[in-house]
Nanobody
């Protein structure tokens, strides 16, 4: 099982920026697709972004495209979600996720827009946006 620890959440004004981090315990991190999801109170968990094993391919939900940037540092076993131009609809608990099976990382990027193939999740970090 992969241990994932998110950090970087907090309170920010609308229009502001935050960078979330997700540190992984696995030594196979550089072979993993990594995803971010968010869940606001009373709402379903929703896909935010996904990055392939080497950072060469990234996909974003339409709601964050152009505002969020996902990157990774395989030397540090960490992925980063840079969030800018934060909006009132962005507050949620943001969680990173790793594949249930590392072999799944060969699946098309579109496979990672749902939680189906993820098996390990972090505890989440809260993002709050003030008006």
């Amino acid at each position: 099982q992969v241990q994932l620890v998110e950090s970087g959440g907090g309170l920010v004004q609308a229009g502001g920026s935050l960078t979330l981090s997700c540190a992984s315990s696995t030594r196979f991190f550089n072979g993993y697709v990594m995803g971010w999801f968010r869940q606001a109170p009373g709402k379903e968990r929703e896909f935010v972004a996904v990055i392939n094993y080497d950072g060469g391919s990234r996909s974003y939900a339409d709601s964050v495209k152009g505002r969020f940037t996902l990157s990774r540092d395989n030397a540090k076993d960490t992925v980063y979600l840079q969030m800018s131009s934060l909006k009132p609809e962005d507050p949620a608990v943001y969680s990173c996720a790793a594949p249930r099976n590392p072999e799944y990382s060969a699946l098309p990027m579109t496979s990672w827009y749902s939680s189906t193939y993820y098996g390990d999740w972090g505890q989440g970090t809260q993002v709050t946006v003030s008006p």
